[in-house]
């Protein structure tokens, strides 16, 4: 069923929206200046694809990923997030419900240090108040998917670059989070390593039908993705969209 995914994707029905940003601004001040990032930002995502996200170094890809995401609030604008208007709700309301929807991977993962790799994948399931037994179960099921498992007593200062990264993508899917967010996932990997990372982002849409927003500076994943959008100016341009099967 290759299709599947790429066809709901491609007809981008507006009922299969899982995801979208309207007219989203938001400017940071430094002293008297204004650096206007994101200026009127239009995106739609709909359930199921991989969309990736593409623009030079500083015109705002992780600052869109962070509204998007509903770690940020942006100046103005509206983000609904499985048909919730996210920045409506309180911070309580909103983090739960974070928690719940959305699977973050920072571009600069964030992982625990004193922590060892299957406590990092485990802390966001025990920090929602999940028993530990079943926290550990999955987190284990995920380091299996992610072929980690080898190294779940490894802190994250013992692993290698793409380990960090796949351990990220792992911590990132323990909630089961309907939509997965990844700010430059493969970064800083050689080719073999990125790959590896791209085959297991592939491999979650096929199994659980994940929804994918990729930040990359890689060529080759944004050619796999069933959509492109390039951040240019504040604004969000489509780039191109897959055909077929
Ligand atoms: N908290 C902040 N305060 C002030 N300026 C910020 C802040 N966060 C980001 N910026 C500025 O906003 C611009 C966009 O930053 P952002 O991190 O979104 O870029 P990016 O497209 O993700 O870049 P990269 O590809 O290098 O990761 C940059 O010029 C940055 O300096
Ligand atoms: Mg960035």
Do not use: Y
Not at 193 to 204: D, K, Q, T, Y
């Amino acid at each position: 069923m290759v299709g599947f995914e790429r066809m709901k994707a491609v007809t981008a029905e507006k009922s299969g929206l899982i995801l979208s940003a309207a007219d989203v601004h938001k400017s940071f001040s430094m002293g008297r200046n204004v650096l206007r990032v994101l200026r009127g930002v239009d995106l739609e995502v709909v359930e199921g694809e991989i969309l990736a996200i593409v623009g030079a170094s500083g015109v705002g890809k992780s600052t869109l990923l962070h509204i998007l995401g509903a770690l940020d609030r942006p100046d103005a604008g509206r983000v609904r997030l499985d048909s919730a208007d996210v920045f409506e709700m309180d911070d309580e309301s909103l983090a739960r419900f974070r928690n719940r929807t959305v699977g973050f991977v920072f571009q600069f993962h964030h992982l625990l240090p004193e922590f060892t790799a299957l406590e990092n994948v485990m802390m966001p399931a025990l920090i929602a108040g999940e028993p530990a037994v079943r926290c550990r179960e999955r987190a284990r099921e995920l380091l299996r998917e992610v072929r980690l498992v080898e190294r779940e007593e490894h802190k994250p200062g013992e692993l290698s670059g793409g380990e960090q990264q796949r351990l990220a993508v792992a911590r990132a899917l323990l909630n089961e989070p309907r939509i997965v967010l990844a700010d430059e996932p493969s970064g800083n990997l050689d080719r073999v390593s990125g790959e590896e990372l791209h085959a297991r982002i592939w491999e979650f849409r096929k199994t659980r039908g994940q929804t994918f927003v990729i930040v990359t500076h890689n060529e080759r994943l944004a050619e796999a993705a069933d959509r492109v959008v390039k951040l240019e100016d504040g604004k969000a341009h489509q780039m191109g969209q897959k055909g077929g099967s």
